[in-house]
Antibody, heavy 119, light 106 residues
Framework: EVQLVESGGGLVRPGGSLRLACAAS????????MNWVRQAPGKGLEWVSV???????FYAVSVKGSFTISRDNSRNILYLQMNNLGTEDTGVYYC?????????????WGKGTTVTVSS | DIQLTQSPSFLSASVGDRVTITCRAS??????LAWYQQKPGKAPKLLIY???TLQSGVPSRFSGSGSGTEFTLTIRSLQPEDFATYYC????????FGGGTKVEIK
C-alpha cells in the first residue's frame, strides 16, 4: 500500500524555523515528483514546492528563499525546511505525489501536519 | 500567470441532485486539469485527472469534461458522502489550485 506520513509540525514563533518530514512507504521518493501543498485555516489549497526525480526544485513565489525542499534517498523521506516563518505560513502541510513526468495530477496524499506560527 | 476560477464558490443541493461545478482558466491549458474532493479535516482526494479520466476507485457518478479554458465536474446523483469542498488544479512546474466549491446539504 502506498502511504505518505507527514511529521514535524508544531508551534513556532515568528521568525523561527521548522523542518517537516514526509515518510513514504510503497513508493520511492526519488522516483517520483514529490510536492508540498499547504492549507491555511479555513482557506483553499496552496502549492508550496516540488522536488523532481532528477533533483530539480521549484517553489511558490510566497516561500522562495525561505523554504527548502530536499530528500533522503536512503531513508525514503521528503523534507521541507522552513525558515523565517511568518504568521501567514500557519496551516496544514501535506505532501503529495505526482506519479510521472507526464502526469498532471497528485494521486497520493498524506494526512498532513499542522504548523502554527504565533507569538 | 494563469488563473483558475471556480464557480460557484458555494452551492446548496439535495441528495439525488445533479451538480455541476465549473473551472475556468485564464489561458488555454489543453486537458491538463484535475479535480479533488476534500472533506473537513481530511486530505484532498483525487477524483478526475486529464480533465475527464476517473481515478481508480472513484464512483462513476463523478465525471469531468472540458478542454482549453473551460472545465466542468459533474456529480450525477449527489450522495450524502459527496458533501465536501471540490478543487480544480492545473499541474506543471508551478501548480495552481482553484479557489474551491463547497457543496452543502440543502
Amino acid at each position: 500500500e502506498v502511504q505518505l506520513v507527514e511529521s514535524g509540525g508544531g508551534l513556532v514563533r515568528p521568525g523561527g524555523s521548522l523542518r517537516l518530514a514526509c515518510a513514504a512507504s510503497g513508493i520511492t521518493v526519488s522516483d517520483n515528483y514529490m510536492n508540498w501543498v499547504r492549507q491555511a485555516p479555513g482557506k483553499g489549497l496552496e502549492w508550496v514546492s516540488v522536488l523532481y526525480g532528477d533533483g530539480r526544485t521549484f517553489y511558490a513565489v510566497s516561500v522562495k528563499g525561505s523554504f527548502t525542499i530536499s530528500r533522503d534517498n536512503s531513508r525514503n523521506i521528503l523534507y521541507l525546511q522552513m525558515n523565517n516563518l511568518g504568521t501567514e505560513d500557519t496551516g496544514v502541510y501535506y505532501c503529495a505525489r505526482r506519479p510521472r513526468a507526464d502526469s498532471n495530477h497528485m494521486d497520493v496524499w498524506g494526512k498532513g501536519t499542522t504548523v502554527t506560527v504565533s507569538s | 500567470d494563469i488563473q483558475l476560477t471556480q464557480s460557484p464558490s458555494f452551492l446548496s443541493a439535495s441528495v439525488g441532485d445533479r451538480v455541476t461545478i465549473t473551472c475556468r482558466a485564464s489561458q488555454g491549458i489543453s486537458s491538463y486539469l484535475a479535480w479533488y474532493q476534500q472533506k473537513p479535516g481530511k486530505a484532498p482526494k483525487l477524483l478526475i485527472y486529464d480533465a475527464s479520466t476517473l481515478q481508480s476507485g472513484v464512483p462513476s457518478r463523478f465525471s469531468g469534461s472540458g478542454s482549453g479554458t473551460e472545465f466542468t465536474l459533474t456529480i450525477r446523483s449527489l450522495q450524502p458522502e459527496d458533501f465536501a469542498t471540490y478543487y480544480c488544479q492545473r499541474l506543471n512546474s508551478s501548480p495552481l489550485f482553484g479557489g474551491g466549491t463547497k457543496v452543502e446539504i440543502k
